[in-house]
């Protein structure tokens, strides 16, 4: 079990216990996984049990927090095509297809990428726990491109030092409905869990910091190829950004009005270009183009790309004709 210790100085009197701790250049845990190891009891604030990462810090307190040691891996290996972009003794850098969940849950324990990577590899990082080994960030299942994952605990905490200052380059494709209004933006909004339908995510406040740097690539008369910058990772941000904040729904997002657009006149072009661009396509029209790191042990600046899948050119050329009718 590894322990970090910190006095509270006075420039950080009344900051939230989470992110106090994540601020220290020795951490390099996440800090959702920090979160959740204070949840679970495993942060005190002067010798005391603090549960909550909300907790306001004091000046001159002592805060402790005990990560423990990676638990084993529990999971069956299986046998699956990867496309592997890059891999050596420390990483692999995969082209994520859509369909592909990227770890187990409590009820899903095989056919995720996980099960795929404890067959491809020799060995994973444990930090991730039982059921996420190696993962050091995800994709959405139905989002396409590339993802990295650590073979050893180093790497892990390497890579995820690089996620929590932002430093990674990560730079995702969409295709949405409409024209983004202004063409380039940068869309700050808090995303949390949406207080009616609990499988969705929302612009809410008090969500957690969610930021998205976007510009219009290509503009098409019922649509738009973007391309998008994260500087926070909040669970479906892209999605909940686009569609809530410039009413631009991805193509094919079931979940965020993707399928059903609204403000399209009904018009017979309109009805058939719909119907067009949803036979085309099977998954959300969001693909993770770009991915650029520092390698935690050889300290080479790496940077991979991968095209989009072949139903997102599609979506995409049907859009041009449509444009150029």
């Not at 805060?63 to 496309?83: F, G, I, T």
């Not at 067959?119 to 960030?137: F, K, Q, T, W, Y």
């Not at 006149?265 to 693909?287: A, C, G, K, P």
């Not at 790496?302 to 979506?315: G, S, T």
Request: glycine share 8%; charged share 30%; hydrophobic share 35%.
């Amino acid at each position: 079990m590894e322990r970090y210790r910190f006095p509270v100085g006075e420039e950080e009197d009344g900051a939230r216990l989470d992110s106090f701790i994540v601020s220290h250049r020795e951490v390099t845990e996440s800090r959702s996984y920090v979160s959740t190891l204070i949840n679970n009891g495993h942060a005190s604030v002067d010798g005391t049990v603090v549960e909550k990462p909300a907790h306001r810090v004091r000046r001159d307190q002592v805060v402790s927090l005990d990560v423990p040691d990676p638990q084993p891996v529990d999971l069956a290996p299986q046998e699956m095509d990867l496309d592997v972009a890059y891999e050596d003794r420390h990483l692999i850098v995969i082209d994520k297809p859509a369909g592909l969940v990227v770890h187990p849950s409590g009820t899903w324990r095989s056919g995720t990428l996980v099960n795929a990577l404890l067959a491809h590899c020799d060995n994973l990082s444990g930090i991730g726990g039982e059921m996420r080994p190696g993962i050091v960030h995800r994709l959405d299942k139905d989002t396409t491109g590339l993802m990295m994952a650590a073979k050893d605990d180093e790497t892990h905490r390497g890579l995820s030092f690089q996620l929590a200052r932002r430093t990674v380059k990560r730079r995702y494709l969409a295709l949405v409905w409409h024209n983004p209004r202004p063409p380039a933006d940068r869309v700050d909004a808090p995303i949390g869990r949406d207080p009616v339908h609990r499988k969705r995510m929302a612009v809410v406040d008090g969500g957690k910091r969610a930021v998205t740097n976007y510009r219009t690539l290509e503009a098409y008369r019922m649509g738009a190829l973007i391309a998008c910058r994260l500087e926070t990772g909040r669970t479906h941000q892209i999605r909940v950004h686009m569609s809530r904040c410039r009413d631009c729904p991805i193509i094919h997002d079931w979940r965020y009005g993707g399928c059903h657009p609204k403000g399209i006149e009904s018009t017979r072009r309109n009805r058939e270009l719909v119907s067009d661009l949803l036979r085309l396509s099977r998954h959300q029209m969001l693909h993770a183009e770009t991915l650029g790191f520092e390698h935690p042990v050889t300290g080479e600046e790496m940077e991979f790309q991968a095209a989009p899948p072949l139903e997102f050119r599609l979506v995409q050329k049907r859009l041009r004709a449509d444009t150029d009718e």
